[in-house]
């Protein structure tokens, strides 16, 4: 579709939307105290559902089930969930230099668009949420398929937003493990005032990843700190700042020998100022993180920036439709400062614009529709080019009753070529593609979801089509190039969950899928397999008195790796995360817990790496001990 014709048609049905600014509700809120095993989405439609009401493959994750799982951080509570393929580099989840942890939903790499609080963090394609502790978090809520029509470019396999808390209980937390692991929490507030500072460390693990034949990494020490500042003026308008700085120094060792060594630190800031009316919603926010690696043969500064407010306008057109309108500007700034210690490409700057609207009409109590669709282009591109995409979505859902439902989606998605991909940036040689095409795809739904008593049941059927995806070649003169390629995954998944009774309750999930990347380079051509064919996820929980423990696992199978220095997949042997937590509270006041990570001890892969039998590997069996005290 022509773009000025697209924008034009956006704008016209805004604007005139405007004008009904402030019609009556008669989407009614209803009492959903009864529902135990159903919970609220905002996330999947902008506006707040019932997650059997949402036309979506979601995922829900509270506080309570953060911690019961023993995650630590935002990063560790992602990871254990279904259709989540987790990329890691060192202990801890620290990065190692510019490659930072990826989540992967549904097999795809670079397609998932990070959120807090409804605000974007992503930064040419790279997030770091492992420094977003879990006691800062209120819940995350997770929705898999294309996202681009509401929230833009990088929504493309699923969108995941962490939603802090707005009031923190006043409490202290010290906790200490092997390889000398150390934690200190300390949340204090008001009504009005909120302040947040935690600080998880790491010390040596040795043999924490292998990198080429007869070479290993060790750990030698890693922190991730993060220090949360919030402001409530009053129920619908608040302020957030949030510092993430995590460190991590590391050496390399050839036939025994030190190879090289590294210290890598990334700060990131984000600032963000967040209202939520009844009919009117708005973010404004400013990200800006700052990558500082250092070693025996290099030093690389890169700096990434990002500004914008997004603004949405709720509107009851009649007593069946409501009409979600509204734009988003952002403002993207990159700055590779060196390269092998020489001068490097510079600043890069772009300006990325949007408007979006969705309709949710009902045809009666039983059948409902949501169509949608969203213009976004960019100008004063640094390389002189602009891009524009038009996409749009339709999702039908019909209601058995008020606990069981039946959906079909189809929905189109997008990715902005990132400035690291048009530029070099960083230390390994990368030749300039400033032609990329944005990455472009569609995403086929369907799905059921029932709460049947204590039991909720979810099923959706999915099929993925991304053209164009911006993947990573290894050209024979050594030197790496973005290029546009192609992706396709096609796949089932189900999951229940159980509150059998007060004392306990399990989860399972299964998914079946096959991702699959095409080449078409000198060094390979087709179809290849990347990541996990298939994925089955559970816990098991249970409380009595003033005890209560949780055992959870993420098993996936038939993985691959495909990366760009080869000419064909290969094997990867299954990983399998679990965790054990532990908790004991002899009064209200405080809690002593106990958390065991890798309860089997296995040497499981956990990175994708470039060569057969290389990789991240899952840290041996560790665990760590800790007090908290409420005041």
């Known amino acids: 579709m022509n773009k000025k014709f697209s924008t034009s048609l956006l704008m016209t049905v805004i604007i005139t939307s405007l004008c009904f600014g402030e019609a009556q509700s008669i989407f009614a809120e209803e009492n959903f105290d009864e529902y135990t095993l159903d919970t609220m989405v905002v996330t999947a439609t902008r506006t707040e559902k019932r997650d059997v009401d949402v036309p979506a493959s979601t995922e829900i994750i509270t506080y309570e089930d953060i911690v019961d799982s023993g995650s630590v951080n935002a990063m560790e509570a992602v990871s254990k969930m279904l259709g989540v393929d987790y990329n890691t580099y060192l202990p801890g989840g620290s990065a190692q230099t510019s490659m930072t942890n990826e989540i992967n939903v549904r097999g795809f790499s670079y397609g998932t668009l990070i959120l807090v609080n409804g605000n974007p963090i992503n930064l040419n394609n790279t997030y770091v949420i492992d420094a977003i502790p879990a006691e800062a978090i209120e819940r995350i809520e997770v929705v898999k398929g294309g996202g681009s029509v509401l929230y833009g470019s990088e929504a493309q396999s699923g969108v995941i937003n962490i ?11 010290v906790g200490f493990g092997n390889y ?13 005032l909120k302040i947040n500072y935690d600080l998880k460390k790491w010390g040596y693990v040795k043999e924490a990843r292998y990198t080429a034949a007869n070479t290993y990494t060790n750990l030698k020490e890693s922190s ?55 009919k009117t919603k708005g973010h404004a926010w400013f990200n800006k993180t700052k990558l500082d690696y250092a070693g025996s043969s290099a030093r690389n500064l890169f700096e990434n920036e990002s500004f914008g407010a997004d603004l949405q306008q709720n509107i009851e057109l009649n007593n069946k439709s409501l009409l979600t309108v509204g734009g988003v500007y952002k ?11 020489k001068p490097s490409i510079g600043k890069k700057a772009r300006n990325q614009m949007g408007l979006f609207a969705q309709l949710d009409y009902k045809f009666n109590d039983k059948d409902n529709v949501i169509i949608g669709g ?33 959906y079909v989606s189809v929905a189109e998605s997008f990715v902005m070529p990132s400035f690291k991909q048009m530029f070099p940036s960083s230390w390994v040689e990368t030749k300039p593609n400033p ?41 024979k003169d050594d030197t790496y190039e973005y290029s546009n390629q192609d992706f396709k995954n096609t796949g089932f998944e189900a999951s229940l969950r159980v509150d ?132």
Do not use: C
Not at 164 to 171: A, E, F, G, L
């Open 224 to 278: 991730n700190e993060n220090i949360g500042i919030g402001y409530n003026f009053n129920d619908q308008l608040n302020f957030e700042y949030n510092h993430l700085d995590t460190e991590v120094s590391y050496e390399s060792l050839k036939k025994g020998r030190l190879n090289s060594f590294t210290d890598s630190s990334n700060k990131q800031d984000l600032i963000q100022l967040n209202y939520n009316g009844n």
């Open 435 to 475: 032609d990329l095409k944005p990455q472009e795809g569609i995403n086929y739904e369907m799905g059921y979801k029932e709460i049947s008593g204590n039991h909720a049941w979810k099923v959706a059927l999915f099929h993925m089509d991304i053209k164009d995806n911006i993947s990573a070649t290894l050209n």
């Open 500 to 631: 059998a009774s007060e004392k306990f309750d399990y989860d399972l999930g299964l998914l079946v899928h096959n991702p699959k990347y095409k080449w078409d380079t000198d060094i390979r051509n087709g179809w290849h397999n990347k990541f996990g064919k298939y994925q089955i996820t559970g816990g098991v929980g249970y409380k009595i008195d003033k005890f209560r423990a949780k055992l959870t696992g993420s098993y996936i199978g038939d993985r691959y790796s495909s990366p760009s220095t080869m000419s064909y997949s290969y094997k990867l042997k299954p990983y399998f995360l679990t965790s054990l937590t532990a908790t004991y509270s002899p009064d209200n006041n405080s809690e002593v817990s106990l958390l065991i990570n890798n309860l089997l001890n296995r040497s499981d892969i956990l990175s994708y790496s470039n060569k057969v039998g290389f990789g991240s590997l899952y840290t041996p069996t560790n665990f760590m001990l800790s007090y908290t005290y409420r005041f």
């Open 374 to 406: 969203r213009g976004t282009w960019t100008s004063s591109e640094s390389n002189g080019q602009s891009y524009d995409n038009f996409s749009t979505s339709a999702q039908y859902i019909h209601k058995f009753d008020q606990d069981k439902s039946f």
């Open 163 to 173: 939603i802090t808390k707005k009031k923190v209980s006043n409490k202290v937390r």
């Open 180 to 192: 000398k692991q150390q934690q200190y929490n300390v949340a204090v507030g008001n009504d009005k």
């Open 331 to 341: 403002r993207e700034v990159y700055n590779s400062k060196l390269k092998k210690g």
